[in-house]
């Protein structure tokens, strides 16, 4: 299993401005990824982080709105820039680990005033 | 595309009560099935999962089986808990390009009242 710390776990930002999340894992992971939970949705895959590389974002998320880094294998960030109400989310980091499973963080809860 | 459909809720049951929470699933190829469960304020945890069909996972007294033929994976529990309140993600594991792809359900949100 893995155990993954996120930083913040929420927080209340001004619109127009930028958060960065941090994602902290205690082992080792090739692919980290990054999820949004609207509230009351589910799950949407925003971009898979992998070291050494640049992020790969799924439709309707783009670098400039959600620049991600990967600087090694324990840790990722997701910044969020110039929020809107519309951004206000929890957002997830995870990671894989064996053979099928996929492990989350207590996510970050973003409200967007 | 792959995707996952739950039933819609939010579910009320009484305590003791018997769950079933509706899952089926359109994949390409062999996906492997999860239940994710979230408590309020909390992140995703993994409940149980399958990796191929006729396979059951199991975990705290929830159970739901990989019916390929029905393309279903059905979560169940024979007597439900008033901790067990949370909502409950139905997910699929499917292979995209390099790297192996989560997708979601909707959600089902579930309340077990005393």
């Known amino acids: 299993s893995a155990v993954i710390s996120q930083k913040p776990s929420r927080d209340i930002c001004q619109r127009g401005t930028s958060l960065t999340i941090q994602c902290q894992v205690d082992s080792q992971v090739t692919m980290m990824f990054w999820y949004r939970q609207q509230p009351g949705q589910s799950l949407t895959l925003i971009a898979t982080?992998?070291?050494?590389?640049?992020?790969?974002?799924e439709s309707g998320f783009v670098i400039d709105k959600f620049p991600i880094s990967r600087p090694n294998l324990t840790f990722s960030t997701l910044t969020v820039s110039n929020m809107s109400p519309e951004d206000s989310s929890i957002y997830l980091c995870s990671v894989e680990s064996g053979v099928s499973e996929a492990f989350f963080g207590q996510g970050t809860r973003l409200t967007v005033v | 595309g792959d995707s996952v459909t739950q039933m819609e809720g939010p579910v009320t049951l009484s305590e003791e009560a018997f769950l079933t929470i509706n899952c089926t699933y359109t994949?390409?190829?062999?996906?492997?099935l999860f239940w994710y469960v979230q408590y309020p304020g909390e992140g995703l945890q993994l409940l149980l999962k399958?990796?191929?069909?006729?396979d059951k996972g199991s975990n705290k007294g929830f159970e739901a089986t990989y019916r390929k033929e029905t393309t279903s994976f059905h979560l169940e529990k024979g007597s439900v808990q008033v901790s067990d309140s949370a909502v409950y993600f139905c997910?699929?594991?499917?292979?995209?390009?390099?790297?192996?792809?989560?997708?979601f359900g909707p959600g089902t949100s579930l309340s077990v009242i005393p």
């Open positions: 997910a699929l594991r499917t292979q995209k390009t390099s790297y192996d792809k989560v997708i």
């Open positions: 994949a390409t190829g062999y996906p492997s």
């Open positions: 982080a992998n070291q050494g590389s640049e992020a790969t974002y």
């Open positions: 399958a990796t191929k069909a006729d």
